[in-house]
Structure formats: structure tokens, C-alpha cells
């Protein structure tokens, strides 16, 4: 068992997919939190689009994969962090889907 996450970096609670072991994973930045397997496995996926977030709190949000033009869309984890809002900014905020 690994040891507890150091305050500093955002934590990351993956995935919330059916059929996925929860799992936590640590980041300092966008490009080491969207190279963690699992987040990067969504990419390969016929019809991926994007990752977006919703934040509900100051300091948690949730990361979403897009697919078919966000049409389609799953939460697939939950973040927390104290610096989250400046490692995730440039992706963009899910739009709470599009009409068809």
C-alpha cells in the first residue's frame, strides 16, 4: 500500500468507470496527470474529443473524457488539490452536453 499523498500535490481519485478498481494517483501538472494510464487509455478510444472539468468546490472538480463531439461524455475522476484550479485551467470546463 502506498503511502499517504504529500499535501502539496493534488490527489487524484481514478477511475470512477464501471468495472475499474478505484485508484489514487498523484500530479503536478496537467502533462503528468493526463499521462497516467488510465486518463491516457481514454484517448484511444474511437470517438474521443476531449477531456474537460467541472469544478464544484474551490479545490475539487471532476475530469470528464468527451466523445463525438461532446455529445457523449463520462466522469472519470474526481480531483482534489489546493493548486488544482492552476494545473487544470487549460482544459477546458464541460459544457453539460450539447443537444443532438
Not at 74 to 96: C, D, F, M, Q
Request: charge should be negative; aromatic fraction near 12%; hydrophobic fraction near 40%.
Amino acid at each position: 500500500m502506498n503511502a499517504p499523498i504529500a499535501s502539496q500535490k493534488p490527489s487524484f481519485l481514478i477511475p470512477l468507470a464501471c468495472d475499474y478498481d478505484p485508484e489514487l494517483a498523484t500530479a503536478s501538472t496537467l502533462s503528468e496527470l493526463l499521462n497516467i494510464e488510465f486518463l491516457k487509455s481514454w484517448t484511444a478510444a474511437p470517438g474521443f474529443h476531449q477531456f474537460s472539468h467541472s469544478f464544484y468546490a474551490n479545490d475539487c472538480a471532476r475530469l470528464f473524457a468527451e466523445f463525438d463531439q461532446g455529445k457523449k461524455w463520462w466522469v472519470i475522476a474526481h480531483l482534489t488539490g489546493s493548486n488544482l484550479p492552476e494545473i487544470i485551467s487549460p482544459l477546458p470546463k464541460w459544457k453539460g452536453g450539447h443537444d443532438t
